[in-house]
């Protein structure tokens, strides 16, 4: 079975073609590398260069690869970044995600379609842990697009009968367990990369932004996925589709249980044996103080189990990536 990995040279997107790889896929890589790394591919991975934005080139290496089903990854991921230049996310994001649509469409073929979302879909919520059917109250820019993607991919089921499974990703971190491929963004929010850059003497201190929540210990509470543990939840998601388990489906990706900005700092010290400055700041807006899965869903209907549940593994390989490759893939 063959898989178009749209936006797999990127950070989640590079492991779960390593995971592919491993349970028996073929695999063909679109990514236009804004983002991405070649160096992030496995030897012998085609890559198609290009975007999609370019809808042309995407019907060409449909057809060229005859793939059976298409993850699509490719997105401008940056909430902050988001505000300010919306457009380019509306168009990059949506738009691109259209022509996706619209190339699989055009193939005559109902191929299989898992889709990158996001727990910023739901916004601002309550709901501790956070069900799949919760309201959808995007506050930003990005977490919109994601969730006028997910309208798109309904009315094409809808309409066409386009298979597909979304999965709403949580907070996601560490790296691959060989040290080998990582996290490299060109700029980076990411609370546990931060860190790693700080113990990498790249940056001055950490700041904890807000410390006045309603938590136990003043700080929020994210729930910390695993990218290879995510990497599995899309060859899950890509088998169900393609044995026909079911045609649609939405997934949080979590692991049901959350840590504070202040249990994570700890554990990033004691991994890397130092201390790190740390100062206390204002709140950064729009951060809820809790965003929690409830991951019951995937655990029962694909079997998702996580390999590193553990925040010291998490944090372990993140910093074994960072340790290694302190320029990310420019040696
Ligand atoms: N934080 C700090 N200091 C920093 C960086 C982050 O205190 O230097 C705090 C944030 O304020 C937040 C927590 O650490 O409370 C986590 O922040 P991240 O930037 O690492 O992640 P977010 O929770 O903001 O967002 C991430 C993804 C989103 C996704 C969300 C889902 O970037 O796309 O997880 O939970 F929607």
């Not at 073929?26 to 012998?44: C, I, K, M, R, T």
């Not at 934005?53 to 059976?68: C, G, R, V």
Request: charged share 20%; hydrophobic share 40%; glycine share 8%.
């Amino acid at each position: 079975m063959k898989v178009l990995v749209v936006g797999g040279a990127g950070y989640i997107g590079s492991h779960t073609v390593r995971q592919l790889l491993a349970a028996g896929y073929e695999v063909a890589v679109l990514d236009n590398l804004s983002s991405g790394h070649a160096a992030a591919l496995p030897n012998g991975v085609r890559l198609f260069q290009s975007d999609l934005l370019q809808p042309e080139q995407l019907t060409q290496a449909l057809a060229e690869i005859q793939a059976d089903a298409v993850i699509h990854f490719a997105a401008r991921i940056e909430v902050g970044e988001s505000m300010c230049e919306p457009l380019a996310y509306y168009r990059n994001n949506v738009v691109g995600s259209l022509n996706l649509l619209q190339a699989i469409q055009e193939t005559g073929r109902r191929i299989p379609l898992v889709f990158s979302s996001t727990a910023a879909v739901y916004g601002t919520t309550d709901a501790v842990p956070i069900p799949e059917d919760a309201p959808l109250r995007p506050e930003s820019v990005y977490g919109q697009t994601k969730r006028m993607t997910e309208d798109m991919i309904h009315a094409a089921h809808a309409a066409y009968g386009q298979p597909y499974t979304v999965l709403r990703y949580f907070n996601v971190c560490g790296a691959s367990p060989e040290g080998d491929i990582g996290e490299a963004h060109s700029s980076q929010t990411h609370l546990i990369e931060l860190a790693c850059l700080t113990a990498l003497g790249k940056r001055p201190k950490m700041m904890v932004f807000g410390t006045d929540y309603p938590t136990p210990d003043g700080t929020c509470i994210r729930d910390y996925v695993h990218v290879q543990d995510l990497a599995d939840a899309h060859v899950l998601a890509v088998g169900a589709l393609l044995d026909g388990r079911h045609d649609a489906a939405t997934y949080n990706v979590g692991l049901g249980h959350g840590f504070s900005v202040r249990e994570v700092l700890d554990m990033v010290d004691e991994v890397v044996g130092v201390r790190l400055l740390r100062e206390e700041a204002e709140r950064r807006p729009g951060d809820p103080p809790q965003l929690v899965a409830d991951a019951s869903r995937i655990r029962a209907e694909l079997g998702f189990e996580p390999q590193f549940p553990e925040l010291r593994q998490m944090v372990g390989m993140a910093w074994m990536w960072h340790r290694t490759h302190p320029n990310g893939f420019e040696f």
